[in-house]
């Protein structure tokens, strides 16, 4: 195993990324919602909404949306009646999830500070494993998707969404021209926090491409995994079953 890990463009030590990781969700989430709506125009909603239309959550089942931050993801499961529980790294993630949830009068999520790398979940606990736009921040991918299928139940589903390799060759150039340029000046203007923003672009072009990501999640023990990329491959929705 490498002594190092990426830190967008840079290599560190796995404690330092941990913590570097964690400063930066820590600087951006007051700050968090507003940029998704600035960055990608609004359509991180339809990304959303469309990822968990792939989960189908139902009544009843036991949830773990991992990464699950402000909330975005849970609330929409949580509608179904589905039995969620929101857990990040971050407790300052936490906290803005939670006080959106009583502005909004949505009861019944749990929160829970964990790290996804060492759930204190026992297995077989979950239906189904979410993570949105949080996969790429972990230190160790591959011990992440091992947590994700331990706590999933026999016939659990795992479903990811994250930013990927974009594919289409005019659009691919016009994205990373924006995203270099363009989203680190939205972080310092409306964020207040340029260099969290740079971090966040470089750890999507760090990310491994979609077919190689696949390949990790069938190699944590998942079966029947599929990709769905959206735009080109501007993100994309993964999915596995643990049989």
């Not at 230190?139 to 994700?148: K, P, V």
Request: charged share 25%.
């Amino acid at each position: 195993m490498s002594d190092t890990v990426s830190f967008g463009y840079e290599d560190v030590s796995p404690d330092e990324k941990t913590a570097r990781v964690g400063g930066v969700f820590s600087n951006v989430a007051a700050k968090y919602d507003i940029m998704n709506d600035a960055m990608s125009g609004g359509m991180h909603r339809l990304w959303k909404d469309r990822f968990v239309r792939r989960v189908k959550p139902r009544s009843g089942e036991a949830i773990l949306d991992m990464a699950g931050g402000t909330g975005d993801i849970a609330f929409r499961m949580a509608a179904t009646g589905a039995e969620v529980t929101v857990a990040d790294i971050n407790q300052d993630m936490l906290d803005c999830g939670i006080e959106r949830a009583m502005e909004r009068g949505i009861e019944g999520l749990s929160w829970s500070c964990q790290n996804a790398e060492q759930l204190p979940y026992p297995s077989h606990m979950f239906d189904a494993y979410t993570i949105a736009f949080g996969i790429r921040n972990v230190t160790f991918i591959d011990r992440a998707l091992a947590e994700a299928h331990r706590v999933l139940k026999h016939g659990g589903r795992f479903f990811c969404l994250e930013f990927s390799t974009v594919e289409w060759p005019g659009f691919k150039d016009a994205y990373d021209l924006y995203s270099e340029r363009v989203v680190p000046q939205l972080g310092k203007a409306i964020a207040q926090d340029e260099d969290s923003y740079r971090y966040l672009v470089e750890s999507i072009r760090r990310f491994p491409p979609m077919a190689e990501f696949e390949q990790m999640i069938r190699d944590a023990g998942f079966s029947q995994t599929k990709v769905e990329p959206i735009m080109g491959g501007l993100v994309a929705i993964h999915s596995g079953w643990k049989i």
